[in-house]
Structure formats: C-alpha cells, structure tokens
C-alpha cells in the first residue's frame, strides 16, 4: 500500500473515531439528561403529595403568576439540589439562599418572602435524606426502610425498622429514636446509627419523622407523632416479634424532649392526635435523654426557652416538667455540665421532680461537655445499658 493509501486509510479510521466519540458523548449527554428529568419528576411527585404540609405550590400557585423559564429554571436547581446533590444533608441551609437570591423581588415580594421561603424550607426537608451521625456495621441486621406508621390528615409519617436478623421465639424490647434539631432540621436518618445499634444487641428498634417547624405553628404535633410510632409498634408488634410492654425511646435535644414528654403524658389525650391505631397505647416503658429541654415554667430560663420555641400557650401540655407524676416511665437524664445551648439544670430540676413524686429516674452528668455529644456509639451503649436494667430478666 502507498503512502498516500495509508494516509487516506488512516484519516479514514481517524474520523471514525471521532463520530463513535461524539456518538459516545452525545449518548452520554442524552441518559444523564434522561436521568435528571426522572429525578425532577420524582421530586415534584414528593411536593405535590406533601403540599398540604408544606404549601409550597399552594403559595408558588397564590404568589407567583408568571412562572416563565426563569423561574422554573431556578426552582429545578433548588430541587434537585436537595433531592440529588445534597441529598444527605441536615437541612436546606445550603440550597435555600441561592433559591431565594435567583427568584429575587421580581417574582415575590415584601412579606410574603418570608412566607414562601418558609414553604421552600418545608419543601427542602421533603427532599432531604440526612445521614447517620454515626456508623454501626449493619451486617446480622435485618433493615425495612420507609415504613408509614402515621397517617395524619397533611402527611404521612414514615420509619426505619431496625431488627436482629437472628431471633429467637420470645419477643424482643423495641426502642424508638428520635432525632434533634431544634424541632426543625434533621431527618430520621441521624439517629439511624443508634437504631442499628440497639438491633445489633438483640433488640428492635425504630427511627421516625415527626412534623417540624415551620411547617406547623406549636410542637404538639411533634408529639402526636412520636405517639403515634408507639402505638404502630404495639398494633404491630406480633408481626415483627416485638414485645409490647418493653418498649422505650431515646432522643437527644428536640428528641431528647418528645422522649421525656412520652415518658409523662400517656394519659394526656389531648396529645394523642390522628396518627391512627388509636385502640392502642402510646405509653413506653423506659426512656433515655441526651441534653433534655423540660420547658420548667417556674423558672425564668425555663419560660424563657419556651418563648423562644414558641411553645405559647401550649406550655402546659408540651412541658415534660409539669406532666411527671409518679406514673412516668423510668428515665434516664444524659447532660453536658457546660451545655450552652440547653443548660445543665434542665436535666436537674427534672431529676428532682422524678425524685419527688416517687417515680424512677436517673441523672448522668457529663463533665466539660457541650450540647452535642451523643452522636457516638458509646453514648447509644449508656442508653441500652439503662434499657436492659430496666426490661430485663423477664420472668
């Protein structure tokens, strides 16, 4: 073959390859925009089953008119920000600023920025997945992931099963972990590792969601639907092996504050709420608080915080220090000495009001410690430890 054959063959195979490349990329190109339209649907499905929790379209229908390409251009990148990009974060704080910035004052204005950015924040919790504030090996563990447990009128409610995946015939103590977050950030993936925890030592135990501001207006519905996890676990407990007079809950900060308010008001109806299994109770039999906010009204701090939480004139109800009576569950009270964000003495004054009502509690202070230590595999293992005196020997 000549030179120039060899040149003309060569170029040839050159430009061919250079199509399958651009073939190659296009195709690329072409699946991950496939993807990314999946995705945006399966985002907009979420927000529009959730919206009567969340008025996120509700107020995107009343507030902005002309939704034109910019628009929808913006809310896309929010969206999937949340949903794909930063889908294992804590909370929109990432995402919602840059939203609020590129939707600017030509498409809401004044007040009701405010409104529908608290409405894009809802949306942004929706999407958000979170994650583990610690690993546990999951192996021996038997997980169902995304269990509804809650069906209120606004939104369903879902869970996290852990269970040992070896069990024997006698049912098993079921602890319910609740996450913190100021009643406002978190999913119940950030106490998935505690749950895993306890499964790996033989019990079950769940994760929840609850409500969250600022989607609702007082904490009662936060509690209504950790009520409402106890009630699914004793209407389900034949199914999954799960004894239902050991059942306990762990929680830290906000959590830390629905476990004690499950410890002290299983007689309260007023907090029961439409969760549903309402044949069923939703008292549990030993609880666990890491840095416990008690909303004591007869102190100044203690009115103070609930202030600053707009518990309102709700105090009453949702203040664990004002239910104890000598029926409140066992409770174990885990605080940092210098926590600054809920101070040491919430966990004292409920001590001495456990104490002098007759009932059982425990008070672990933590020397030195801040607000956020409980996310370790050794501040799950003070809990279990408490569990276990509690729930066993079984005779």
Same mark, same amino acid.
């Given at each position: 073959?000549?030179?120039?054959?060899?040149?003309?063959?060569?170029?040839? #195979?050159? /430009?061919?390859?250079?199509?399958?490349?651009?073939? $190659?990329?296009?195709?690329?190109?072409? #699946?991950?925009?496939?993807?990314?339209?999946?995705?945006?649907?399966?985002?907009?499905? +979420? +927000?529009?089953?959730?919206?009567?929790?969340? @008025?996120?379209?509700?107020?995107?229908?009343?507030?902005?008119?002309?939704?034109?390409?910019?628009?929808?251009?913006?809310?896309?990148?929010?969206?999937?920000?949340?949903?794909?990009?930063?889908?294992?974060d804590q909370n929109p704080r990432q995402t919602l600023p840059a939203f609020m910035q590129a939707i600017g004052e030509k498409f809401v204005e004044g007040a009701d920025k405010g409104r529908f950015s608290d409405a894009a924040w809802n949306v942004g919790m929706m999407l958000l997945e979170d994650h583990p504030s610690f690993d546990v090996?999951?192996?021996?563990?038997?997980?169902?992931? /995304?269990?509804?447990?809650?069906?209120?009128?606004?939104?369903?409610?879902?869970?996290?099963?852990?269970?040992?995946?070896?069990?024997?015939?006698?049912?098993?103590?079921?602890?319910? #972990?609740? @996450?913190?977050?100021? !009643?406002?950030?978190?999913?119940?993936?950030?106490? %998935?590792? @505690?749950?895993?925890?306890?499964?790996?030592?033989?019990?079950?135990?769940?994760?929840?969601?609850?409500?969250?501001?600022?989607?609702?207006?007082?904490?009662?519905? #936060?509690?209504?639907?950790?009520?409402?996890?106890?009630? !699914?676990?004793?209407?389900?407990?034949?199914?999954?092996?799960?004894?239902? =007079?050991? $059942?306990?809950?762990?929680?830290?900060?906000? *959590?830390?504050?629905?476990?004690?308010?499950?410890?002290?008001?299983?007689?309260?109806?007023?907090?029961?709420?439409?969760? *549903? =299994?309402?044949?069923?109770?939703?008292?549990?039999?030993?609880?666990? *608080?890491?840095?416990?906010?008690?909303?004591?009204?007869?102190?100044?701090?203690?009115?103070?915080?609930?202030?600053?939480? %707009?518990? /309102?004139?709700?105090?009453?109800?949702?203040?664990?220090?004002?239910?104890?009576?000598?029926?409140?569950?066992?409770?174990?009270?885990? @605080?940092?000495? =210098?926590?600054?964000?809920?101070?040491?003495?919430?966990?004292?004054?409920?001590?001495?009001?456990?104490?002098?009502?007759?009932?059982?509690?425990?008070?672990?202070?933590?020397?030195?410690?801040?607000?956020?230590?409980?996310?370790?595999?050794?501040?799950?293992?003070?809990?279990?430890?408490?569990?276990?005196?509690?729930?066993?020997?079984?005779?």
């Amino acid at each position: 073959m000549s030179i120039r054959s060899r040149l003309r063959a060569a170029s040839f #195979c050159f /430009g061919i390859a250079l199509i399958t490349a651009a073939v $190659i990329v296009l195709s690329f190109g072409a #699946c991950f925009a496939d993807e990314q339209t999946d995705q945006l649907a399966e985002a907009m499905e +979420i +927000i529009e089953t959730t919206d009567p929790y969340t @008025h996120f379209i509700t107020l995107e229908d009343e507030l902005i008119a002309d939704q034109d390409a910019e628009y929808l251009a913006a809310r896309e990148v929010y969206l999937l920000g949340n949903y794909v990009t930063n889908r294992l974060d804590q909370n929109p704080r990432q995402t919602l600023p840059a939203f609020m910035q590129a939707i600017g004052e030509k498409f809401v204005e004044g007040a009701d920025k405010g409104r529908f950015s608290d409405a894009a924040w809802n949306v942004g919790m929706m999407l958000l997945e979170d994650h583990p504030s610690f690993d546990v090996p999951l192996e021996g563990l038997d997980i169902r992931k /995304g269990i509804v447990f809650a069906e209120n009128p606004e939104l369903e409610m879902e869970l996290d099963l852990f269970l040992p995946a070896e069990r024997g015939e006698s049912p098993i103590p079921c602890i319910v #972990c609740i @996450h913190g977050g100021g !009643w406002r950030v978190h999913r119940r993936a950030w106490f %998935n590792g @505690h749950a895993a925890y306890f499964a790996s030592k033989g019990y079950a135990a769940v994760s929840i969601d609850y409500r969250m501001f600022p989607a609702i207006e007082t904490p009662i519905p #936060c509690v209504e639907d950790c009520k409402a996890a106890v009630r !699914w676990i004793r209407a389900n407990a034949d199914k999954y092996g799960i004894d239902p =007079n050991r $059942i306990g809950a762990v929680g830290g900060s906000a *959590g830390a504050h629905l476990t004690a308010m499950l410890a002290v008001s299983s007689d309260v109806r007023e907090l029961e709420g439409q969760g *549903g =299994n309402a044949d069923y109770s939703s008292a549990i039999q030993a609880g666990v *608080g890491y840095a416990t906010p008690v909303f004591n009204a007869t102190t100044e701090s203690g009115r103070a915080a609930a202030q600053r939480w %707009n518990f /309102g004139d709700n105090l009453k109800l949702v203040s664990p220090y004002a239910n104890v009576d000598e029926n409140s569950a066992p409770l174990l009270l885990i @605080h940092g000495t =210098n926590d600054s964000t809920v101070p040491f003495e919430n966990s004292v004054e409920m001590h001495a009001k456990y104490q002098s009502v007759g009932a059982d509690s425990e008070l672990m202070p933590l020397e030195g410690k801040g607000h956020v230590f409980y996310t370790t595999e050794e501040a799950a293992s003070w809990a279990f430890d408490f569990f276990q005196s509690r729930f066993e020997p079984v005779e």
